[in-house]
């Protein structure tokens, strides 16, 4: 079982939310906020739980989901925000997503059925398999929906 994956999918996910709230301004992503305090080793370096989260980040910058200006040693990115491909992906709709009360308003089911609103519950709920199929969702390049623009 390769449990490195689900945290890199819980990583991934909630450091791309995070930008996404705060989008479209530029802010420090620490890894901390992210999973937590990890204790650093014997020799002051940090946890490996905590090198696999900055390492996830630096992956999703790697691979056009996110830029950030600089690193603040080991504990976040700095100046960090979600690239267009980022912010399309998060922002689509998902389609099989339970519907929504046809009582709200049309803006409410509209972001309710966003991947970001549908990661969002995932890791509220802690919904590890959730998790890790919709984290799937926004490295795949088509769109879920006839129409959708990624």
Do not use: N
């Amino acid at each position: 079982m390769d449990l490195q994956i689900d945290d890199f999918h819980k990583d991934a996910t909630a450091g791309l939310l995070r930008l996404h709230q705060a989008f479209p301004r530029k802010i420090a992503l620490y890894v901390e906020d992210l999973i937590g305090r990890e204790e650093p080793d014997e020799f002051g370096l940090p946890s490996t739980r905590h090198q696999s989260c900055l390492s996830a980040l630096l992956w999703l910058a790697e691979e056009g989901y996110l830029r950030f200006d600089s690193t603040i040693r080991h504990e976040a990115l700095d100046q960090a925000v979600l690239s267009e491909k980022g912010f399309l992906r998060l922002s689509r709709a998902v389609s099989g997503a339970a519907p929504a009360d046809p009582a709200l308003p049309a803006s409410v089911r509209r972001v309710r059925a966003t991947l970001a609103w549908q990661l969002r519950e995932a890791l509220v709920e802690g919904d590890s398999e959730r998790l890790v199929h919709l984290g799937r969702l926004i490295f795949e390049a088509t769109p879920l929906h006839p129409g959708d623009t990624v």
